[in-house]
């Protein structure tokens, strides 16, 4: 089951009221558990589920620490970047990422499913292209992750060695070469089956990246030798052309791979944030289609008019929902103000994100927690429907 498989049936489970700590920790890759995240579990977590004061609560939040001591103390893995934890008094569920998670914590009745979305925003699935003239090499990016998906050869030989081979033979022959080692004609026609070798090979790797991107709107990383990326790009799709990002060719004590992939969606991610929240400050100056805090999405969500919703990862946005009529509303009243049902405390973030995966009818972008103007608004925001 991949991340977004997960994160679905995270958010489909069922909201049985037992209390649930959401743990995520930064443990950097080392197999051993960082300083800064031993003494925020020491300090932020164990402190928080151990010392709870109403009852019913009490006794799950307490298994649920034992539960996460347990996995740390002997299910860590050496490659771990983020961990993401979902203790509850029956049990846990652990993922383990290659992509780094911040440390937090937060209790409510559900696994808090925010930080595996922006992970997944942040990094989203990516592939790979790696080709010179005789090898192209398709790979896909997951969360941290490269696996390779297929290989296409060129059924070629390299260039330089064929005109080594070429020359050598005309010089046994007492043939008079030029400077490139091979004669005009036979070289012509070596460049020529040569070309053709390559734009078949090109053709079927174009051919592998449309079927493995399908119908969504992954990123293609291509790294090659510059004069031959139209070559490959013109097989593509204009949607998938139009998600294409050039890797510069390194050798072997260049950066990784798999590092500047994390980089240039790092990048890509911030800058479509950016634009996302230029948008929002452009209707809120003209008086537009907006709505600012948790009680006007609230609302908006209700009614079903929201377009993009802006939430931060650190803020949960408190609030209940109606156990009848299940209404969403801010803040902390008793009954719900619609039908006057009993309410349950809920994070207003969570139930939006849930209802974002379940019907797919509006987009969600995460602002940074450096951004202070969304949390003094509540932790919400929102661009409605026109």
Not at 118 to 127: H, I, K, N, V
């Amino acid at each position: 089951m991949d991340l977004q498989e997960r994160i679905s049936a995270l958010g489909a489970a069922p909201d049985l009221g037992d209390a649930v700590a959401t743990v995520t920790l930064d443990v950097s890759g080392s197999g051993i558990l960082p300083r800064e995240a031993a003494v925020f579990l020491r300090d932020r977590v164990y402190s928080r589920l151990e010392r709870v004061e109403r009852a019913a609560e009490s006794d799950q939040l307490r298994r649920a620490a034992a539960h996460i001591r347990d996995y740390i103390s002997s299910s860590l893995k050496p490659e771990t970047e983020g961990l993401y934890l979902a203790a509850g008094a029956e049990g846990l569920e652990a993922m383990e990422l290659r992509v780094p998670l911040r440390n937090s914590v937060q209790v409510e009745s559900s696994p808090c499913i925010a930080p595996l979305v922006e992970a997944g925003q942040r990094w989203p699935r990516s592939l790979y292209v790696r080709f010179d003239d005789r090898r192209a090499d398709i790979m896909e990016f997951d969360l941290g992750i490269l696996a390779e998906v297929a290989t296409h050869v060129s059924g070629h030989p390299d260039s330089d060695v064929e005109r080594s081979a070429v020359g050598a033979a005309a010089v046994r022959h007492g043939m008079r070469l030029s400077g490139s080692g091979v004669g005009g004609d036979r070289r012509d026609r070596f460049q020529q089956s040569m070309n053709a070798g390559v734009e078949g090979m090109l053709r079927q790797a174009a051919r592998s990246i449309l079927a493995r991107r399908g119908d969504g709107a992954s990123p293609i990383f291509i790294e090659g030798k510059p004069r031959r990326h139209d070559a490959l790009v013109r097989h593509l799709t204009k949607g998938a052309r139009a998600d294409i990002h050039l890797l510069p060719a390194t050798g072997r004590k260049g950066e990784p791979a798999l590092r500047r992939i994390m980089t240039a969606l790092e990048k890509r991610h911030e800058e479509a944030v950016e634009l996302q929240v230029l948008e929002l400050q452009s209707h809120r100056a003209e008086g537009g289609r907006f709505v600012l805090g948790p009680e006007g999405m609230a609302q908006a969500l209700t009614e079903g008019r929201l377009a993009r919703l802006f939430v931060t990862a650190d803020h949960p946005a408190p609030g209940v929902r109606c156990s009848n009529c299940a209404g969403l509303f801010a803040g902390s009243q008793t009954r719900c103000t619609n039908c006057g049902g009993a309410v349950r405390r809920v994070s207003l973030r969570e139930e939006a994100l849930r209802r974002s995966l379940g019907g797919r009818t509006f987009d969600v972008t995460f602002v940074g927690a450096s951004k202070g103007w969304l949390t003094e608004l509540g932790g919400m925001a929102a661009l409605l429907k026109r």
